[in-house]
């Protein structure tokens, strides 16, 4: 037996536990840590079946070439050359910025330097990017605008400290599930109070004093509305206002716009609700915010995350334990993969690409002449250009954008659109289905590196297995990527070495090695190696000097109902499954209970369609069609439609709007116009709740 | 008696290795006790019941039962050595005692004897549980225990091959183990009383529907509690097929699912929340005794440190008779 501790490949939460394997060395359990600090001897049913999926059958073991309009095994020389040298040709021939690269919050902090450190140094383009554009963008914008740094501003040990919680766009419990229990028990046993706006009825609803279910794309006017009554009620804190913020005038003049009455007409709940919701917030002593996709995931997203900064800054909320705006990353990596600039704005610890010392700086240390100094393409935007022919080559590391990303058939345009496309990844998915060449990586049991969870805590991942197959780690196959398109400067003999560069070359992460994170993990910010790391942002200062008021005015969803589409289509993740399913989907209980595509909807809804629970449906948008299994249920309201997005069999994002907020790139995945109807020959499904 | 040091003890375990897979209770890289093999991580036979359950040995989470290819079918088969375990406390003792018989009657589970037969079980208890917790010494239900003084262990053979086994042992001094019987006798049993004053007001049927639908309310249906639980039997069958082998995997299932009791009907005599949560306390506190004789939660407490919701078998039967007692 051997037992390898190592963190958790699904949500942000990182949870550490044991990969055992047996003496075969096949994985064959999952025991929790009972010292982490997070885990506590304790998972989510996520992480304790994190273990079977590794072997599944499915598995990509060897590299493909298509050929012939089919995949051909080949070996690794052969098809890590046809990667490179099509890449460059396209660069000669298109130039630097027609090809890009896709990261992924899925693989680790040394992976995305590198692939970040791959497109730059070797390939000299910007355009790279993960999927924390379509999660999170909104958020890093947004809370790097207001706070001077665009992450979560406490622990997650705070949630039990809280007096008061406020979770709006977080459906805790499911998609966070060790902050979610402790956000109740702090409820339940200690007696915070808990705030809930989400017009699901979300287990944490269920606590919830106060339970607002306002209208999908309402966030900006019911926060207004909310601050508009605790500056009438004078509950703000004039001190924390006054010595920390800037830019109060402002926020007061717009707020006044919003009295309560007016935010419950738009939101479509009752100004005592929002006056209720606006004292509970201001009169607790810690206060803290709690968000997620609900809030991040619109046109108006980075405006949505701007506002609950305004509110966490107006009642001096910031700063201490027990409070703080606490954005939930989605992804066990997706903090780390924004950390280490896989973004095309910024180099590794958010130091921007326009600024000539900043590149200077990576200049020197990376041994090239002159990095490219205009912001690049992101995942939206980059699958636009290639629809438009704009972008000729792709390579992409662990995403799925043919289930992930907004509007599947312009996706699959886009690929197919696409001169070339390379595809790492450890299954075969959707989107290698359009790939010239596919390269099958190790999992994250067959490697070591670190993950960077929600909390800004950098925690190792360690090699329990030997790869399978011929499958190689990520970081292996991009030093061998970087070395065949003729860049010298990517030779590392572990991911530790990676490390090392990174610590000097991110000020934030300079105090990280993995000697020092062998037990525990490091909180950034960690600006040297006798620092303790940082748990609570913004003690007595912000980043930026004073925190920003940027207050923001309501603007509708990029495309309501209509009498043709009469219903609001909302997308988001179940417990039971992660994104799109590559992992969950292949391992055993998880797929077992749910495995396919449903979509809720609201019984009075249901009975005026004629629709019966488990009745196969069609789901129609402006985009596609897809068929789902009706779930009759007042988890949502009247109106509203919400689907995961996990299934290729009901592809939710086949439905989906890619319509953008302006500043960020994000897609609006929480609004779009949808009607429903029963599918042709429909067959009944049973269900359970 | 005779007495050991957990020095003493270890190089006693290291001496029969080759007659025995032994498995003892060892410290991992961040502290975390789990069963291994000796020199994986430091013995640590202190600290009281491992997080995992002990009976994993016998019954794991994940094992292949069964390998096919074309014109050959392979059968699980015995390990070469006998399984010596190390490090169950008396709860778990009476744990693998009820497993022995569930997977035994009426159907003799040969996966699971494979293993179970001819293994060594070596109990620990005495003054060597957490926090400095008194553990309750066993019923005699295991080969050999150790009896923890406070500094060393009194080693006591129950069976023949425990005495056959204790012979083996260097002889660290002599030892009473009258006055840790006393200590142990006199220990509480609150946790067995409130265990079982909860499931006779269950079996009275004064815990009503509303009681569980607040459990189900909180559960997240981590499975936890199943997975850690030493009398959770349940497991689920499947074929992997990859090319032309198959292997048939049997693997822990947990009644907190609803796919657990769904029927290929799709009806589920489990379809809510709150009768999940009842299954768990109702099985083990009332189906069982009706079934076995006896309630099949011995008290180790392993699914109140396992639950991030507070349901613990314990938290759960302490608000029943609160309640409803």
Redesign the interface.
Known sequence: ???T?TTCPYCGTGC?F?LVADDAGRL?????????AVSR?????K??NA??FVH??DRLTQPLIRGNGRFEPAAWDEALDLVATRLVDLQKRHGPDSVAFFSSAKTTNEENYLMMKLARAAFHTNNVDHCARLCHSSMVAGLAAAFGSGAMTNSISCMEEADCIFVTGSNT??QH??I???I??NV??RGAKLIVSDNRKI?LA??ADVHLRPRNGTDVPLLNSMMNVILRERLEDKQFVASRTENYQKLRDVVAEYPPEKGAEICGVTADEIVRAARTFAEADRAMIVYSMGITQHTHGVDNVRSCANLAMLTGNLGRPGTGVNPLRGQNNVQGACDMGALPNVYSGYQKVTEAPIRAKFEEAWGVESLPAEVGLGVTTAIDAAAEGKLKGLLVMGENPMLSDPDQNHVRRALENLEFLAVIDIFPTQTSQFAHVVLPAASYAEKDGTFTSTERRVQRVRKAIDPLGGSRPDWEILCEMGRRAGYAGMHYDSPSDVMDEIGRLTPIYAGIAYDRI???GLQWPCPDRRHAGTPVLHVGAFKRGRGLFSPARYKPPAELPDAQYPFVLSTGRC?WHFHTGTMTRRS??LD??VHDGYVEINPDDARALGIRD?QRVTVTTRRAEVTAVARVTDVVIQGVLFMPFHFEEGPANALTNNALDPECKIPEYKVCAARVGSAQGAA?????? | MKAVTSDQFETFLASVTSAFDVRVPIALEDGTRSLGRLGEGPLVLAGGALPGKPTAVFFPQFETTLTYRPGCVQMQQAPERPLLVVGLTSEDANCLEFMDRFFNEPFHDDVYFHKRAGAVIVVVSGRCGPNGRFLKISRGNCDLELVSDGARFVVVPHTETGRHLCDRIDNGGEASLDPLQRESDALGTEFADTVNRASELMRQDKVPEAFWQELGDRCIACTGCNLVCPTCTCFDVYDWKCGKLVERQRLWDSCQLSGFAREASGFNPLSTEGSRARRRIHHKLVADPQRWGSITCFHCGRCDDVCPAGLGIRAVCQKIVERYG
Not at chain 1, 28 to 36: M, R, Y
Not at chain 1, 41 to 45: D, E, K, N, R, S
Request: aromatic residues 10%; hydrophobic residues 25%; proline residues 5%.
């Open positions: 037996m051997n037992r501790l550490q044991y064959v359990s999952v025991e929790p840590s009972t010292e982490h001897g304790q998972l989510c049913v992480g304790w273990f079977e599944h059958p419990t499911e599930p060790l979610g229990t402790r109740m028990r339940l046993e287990r269920r606590f062998r037990r525990v417990y055993r209980l077992r209970e488990g009944y499904e049973s269900r359970d709740v």
